[in-house]
Structures are given as C-alpha cells and as structure tokens.
DNA sequence: GATATTAACGGACCGCGGTCCGTTTATTGG
DNA sequence: CCAATAAACGGACCGCGGTCCGTTAATATC
C-alpha cells in the first residue's frame, strides 16, 4: 500500500512549459505559444524579479506576483508549473550565459586551455555563479527531485565529465562528477559561507585542490 | 529593506525541545518532562512510525499524526517543533546505534583498524543507512538549514576529519570532510539509485575510489 | 467581418503546515 | 488534602501553495 516512490512524477498532464516553447508541427511552423500567454509571460517574470530585488526570494508568494503583474492566480501556476518553477525559469537567463562561457566562451573556461585548467575555471566561475544568484537558488533547492534532473544540472555534469576523460582520469566518471558537483550545491555554499564564515578564496582554492586530487592518476597505484 | 538572510533563525523563544531533555537544575536534579508531556511524546513517535510504515512519510500530515495519537494538533508541534523535526525525532534511534558503530563499535567499523579502512567501512554504512531510511531521510532534507547544522552531521563530519588526519591527509580538512559528506545526501543517493538506475555496489565502490583519491598524498607532487 | 474552436484566464476553493490563546492539569509547597 | 503556579493541552484560526472549472478571448477558417 504504500505509494510507488518520490520519484514516480506527476504523469503526462504536461502543460507547464516553463518556458516559450518552439515545437516542430506538421507542417513546418513551430506551434508558438498564444500572444497573451507570452505576454502574461513577460510580465509574471517582470514581478517576480522586481518581488524578489525587494524582499527576498524567499518571502515572495505566489500571489503577490499574479497581483504585481495584474493576472491571476491560477495563470502564475499555468505558466510556471510551481513555484520551483518559477525560480528556476528566474535563473534561465544567467544559467545560459554561464553555460555558454564555459562551452563557448573564451579560455581558461571555455575551449582552448587544457582540461585541468578549465576544470578549475569551472569550479571558481560556478561558485561565483552560485554566490551571486544564492537566494533564488535556495528556493529551487525545496524540490530535491528536480534539482538532480534538472537540465542545467545536466550540463554543468556532461562538461565535467568530458573534462575528466580529457584530463586521462579512469575511474567511475559518472560517480567523480556527481561528488565534483556536490561542491555547487546552494545550501552548502551558503552553509560555509555563512554559518562557518568561510572566505569566497577558501572554497575556489578547495575546489582547485579536489580537482586535482581527482585528476591525478587512478585507483590503482601511485605513480607507475 | 531586504530581511537580513536565510540563515538567520528564530530567536529565542526556544521550546521545541524534539527530545526529552535532562537539563541539570541547581539542586542536582534534572529539569524533567512533565508525566503527561512525555507520554504524549511517546505517542506521537509511534503513531507517526506507524503512519510512516503504512503510507510512506511523504503522505504523513501533522494532523494525521496528532489524530492517531489522540492529541491535539498543537500538542505536534509544541513537541517536535515542526514537520522536519518530527522526522529527525523518528531517525534518533538509528541514528545513534549508527553513531556508536562507528565511534566505538567492531573493527573495522569501529577503532582498531586503520584510519582508510575504517573509512571505507564507515562510507558503505552510512550509504546502506541512507538507503535503509531513505523516506524518511527526504523528508527531513526539506530544511536545507538545519541540514548543515544537524547534530548527526556534525558527528559524521568530525569523525570523518579525525579518521583523515589519522591517515596523514594533509589539505583543507574542513572542507575535504563537507566533500566527501556530500556522497550521503539523501536526494543524491535516491538520485543515483532510481533515476540512473545504480546498483549499491557502485555506489560502494565509488566511496572506496573517492576515499583513495582524498587520500592519496596531498596537493603538492605525487610521490616525493 | 462572422463563426467556430480551443487555448488561456482568474478567482473560488482545498489541504496542510504552523500559530495563538483560552482552558485544563500535573506538580509543588504548605 | 488544598491552593497556587506554571506547564501542557487542543482546536480554532491563518497564510500560502496548488487545483478546478466556468468564463473570456485569441486565432483560424470561411
């Protein structure tokens, strides 16, 4: 009787685009969204991150920004799904254009430096990243589902696991990625940083110390 | 005008005890329950176990816990403090027979073996814990505060930090220890398991690979 | 431009976590 | 045993996230 898992996910309803969605129709044009929809869109994101410079990510409701964008409930729900939602498509703009620094921006982080080097631009650039967004990003991190199939999440891991095999680390790239990752987590950075008092420096010099830990040579013995 | 931080908690008022506390007085005794105050502890952890085993945590209201333990709403909550708190409160036992495992339980688990082996050991325990209360585990991981701050983790971080020292790492202990903590995160291990469809062997194995890599000579050259 | 179709809208509604405060009851001291 | 005190109780109450469904209006077709 008890219920499948947290995992099994809300099933097909699949409305919550989240963002304006260019699907391929039959006939060769993409099946826009509707001119109000993107309109009402435009405005919902306008609120909410006028809301969230002025009071905090975390004391924005729902309904404060229907009413500050002049729409109704229901439509901030349609729009965004919910509100992890809605914080992330808040963060869509700046998880691009990390995305495409590292991808391809100009090096040490983006291509064109060896594979250690980027990976520790990486690191520092994604903490910064983190730092500067950490009140938006705390909201996302309630769905704990979401955060790990998260697209952005998806790509940030992909580039530190080709990074790795460039770098000639052997191992289980999947497993050593997910731990590099973990170092980004939100709450963690903002553990350290806040409760523990730790110096921005201290993480970007922990991360350059784990790569390398990571990177040099494999599970079997030291220096052959 | 923006409140001050996330991190910034409830002051004061201070009840929400979440366990029978044994508070010296001045006279020698202890500041004590009252009768009725404990009974009622009692029966709330065994009606919320039983809610829990019948219909998975994430389907267990306050009310429903206070109405099977034939207590009023407030009582929930005057006990535990809040959801998250009820859930740490259901861990407690487990927890601490964990705790004594690994502080002073058999080798290699327990102290008499070396520093890595005995964190190899701990690893694949903490992990198989992880898996064992895994429900209850994503409840209490709604609070990404209190997460960082938990006693439990606390405990692990510390022993984590002695067993690396122990074996002669040398580096940002801190900051090592947050790393490999991160391989028990509820989410990430549910992640890795049901999503990516990992096997707990792997998971193991990466443990023991990760633990091998944090130890194997410091950040400066390999192999003076 | 009129009509049909279908997506989008919006606000009433629901459930749950959490709080408040008037009432009850265990405890302690006489 | 009784009174006084303070702790504990419990349920009405609140706010917010999320849903539902009857209404509105943008688009497509003629």
Redo the contacts between chains.
């Keep these: ?3 499948p ?3 099994a996910q809300l099933p097909p309803p699949a409305p919550v685009p989240e963002r304006a969605q260019g699907l391929p129709m039959a006939d060769g044009g993409v099946a826009t969204e509707r001119a109000d929809a993107a309109r009402n869109r435009m405005r919902l994101l306008e609120a909410a991150a006028r809301l969230v410079a ?3 990510a ?2 924005v409701t729902m309904e404060a920004v229907a009413c500050a964008a002049s729409v109704g409930k229901g439509t901030v729900f349609r729009r965004f799904g919910d509100r992890v939602g809605l914080m992330y498509a808040l963060l869509d703009h700046s998880e691009r254009a990390f995305q495409q620094a590292f991808l391809s921006g100009p090096p040490p982080l983006g291509p064109g430096a060896p594979p250690v080097e980027r990976l520790e631009a990486f690191g520092v650039a994604a903490i910064r990243h983190t730092l500067a967004y950490m ?1 938006v990003l ?1 909201e996302t ?2 769905d ?2 979401r ?3 998260h697209p952005a999440r998806l790509v940030r891991g992909t580039h530190i696991a080709v990074l790795l095999r460039e770098a000639g680390v052997t ?2 790239l ?3 990625t ?2 590099l990752l ?2 980004f ?4 950075v ?3 940083r ?3 008092g ?1 110096p921005v420096e ?2 970007e ?2 991360w350059r ?2 790569v ?3 990177v ?2 494999g ?1 079997s013995g ?2 052959p």
């Design positions: 009787m008890t219920p898992f947290r995992s002025e009071h905090g975390e004391h009140d705390l991190d309630q704990a589902n955060r790990y199939s191992g289980d999947a497993l050593l997910e731990n973990g170092c987590e939100p709450p963690l903002n553990h350290l806040t409760v523990r730790m201290r993480l010099a922990g110390d784990l390398d830990r990571t040099r040579r599970p030291c220096c």
